[in-house]
């Protein structure tokens, strides 16, 4: 603890590390609840292995066509929107099975990745990183662009908040009210895309869904209110990616898979508590002394 904070003070990628914590933290605790209370992890999870072929691409191009202003993560952004307005379109209008749809875009969408990744000149390991996250690889250029994310994602939630709440909680009232249902079902799927984007820099694709799930289902266990589960998972997603940073930084171990087993403990802790509470109410309720 000592030397990372000493540390800390002193280099610039540790910083920008912490920094890109929190920001990541901020928008998967919030787009989280929704994917949660919407039920559609699986599409966050396609959304997220997509994205390596626009990583892929992204840095082939750049590195082939000396191109160095484009960098992986633009193809990211393009990549995560585009395979989300795809995926959501075809669920809304098209007659193929939505799983079988997400099954070939998650699989088509790795394969490019990994085929441009292999056919790109050079030293690969900061692209192939993004599969199980490096947060320290985090640059200045990066952070400016998730923060402009974050913004994205934050203001749009905020705007949009009782529609998309409604939208995720039951379609066809939301619709009888007039609200634009279709609308507000792409625009969560783009909001996730932008999270996941976000999110794969911490903790890689591999484990994003953890990231985005984990604080939302603790927060969950305490709160009935949908913003007051926003703010707990915020928080919790805070203190696991900086737990995580912090306890491997000197064993020099990876910071995203150690920030998923601190979220996964915390889960399974939660969950023993939860039972262990509910099962003392029913034993001391009046049925269960009679």
Known sequence: MSAF???????????????????CSIASGVVGTYVVLKRITYIAAAIAHC????????????????????????????????????????????????????????????????????????????????????????????????????????????TFYNQTVAVCFDEEFARTRGVAVEFYYLLLLCLTALTVVLTVSVVGIVMVIALLSLPVAIASRFFDSVWKVMIAAVLLGMLFTLSGL??????NLPSGALTIVIAGA????????????RSKVQNSSPAAAS
């Open 5 to 23: 904070i000493k540390d800390l003070l002193e280099l610039q990628f540790l910083q920008n590390a912490v920094i890109a914590g929190i920001f």
């Open 51 to 158: 994205i390596l072929g626009g990583l892929g691409v992204a840095r082939y191009f750049s590195v082939v066509y000396d191109l160095p202003w484009l960098r992986p993560v633009y193809g990211a952004v393009f990549t995560a929107l585009a395979s989300a307005l795809l995926i959501g379109f075809i669920s809304l209008r098209a007659k193929e099975r939505e799983d079988t749809v997400i099954s070939a875009l998650w699989s088509i969408g790795m394969a490019i990745g990994v085929l441009f990744i292999f056919k790109t000149p050079g030293y690969n390991e900061d692209l192939m990183s993004y599969l199980f996250g490096n947060i320290l690889m985090v640059s200045r250029e990066d952070l400016y662009l998730i923060g402009a994310l974050d913004l994205v994602v934050v203001g749009l939630t905020v």
């Open 246 to 251: 912090v306890l491997s930084y000197s064993p």
């Open 266 to 277: 915390a889960y399974f802790l939660t969950l023993a508590w939860s039972s262990l509470r």
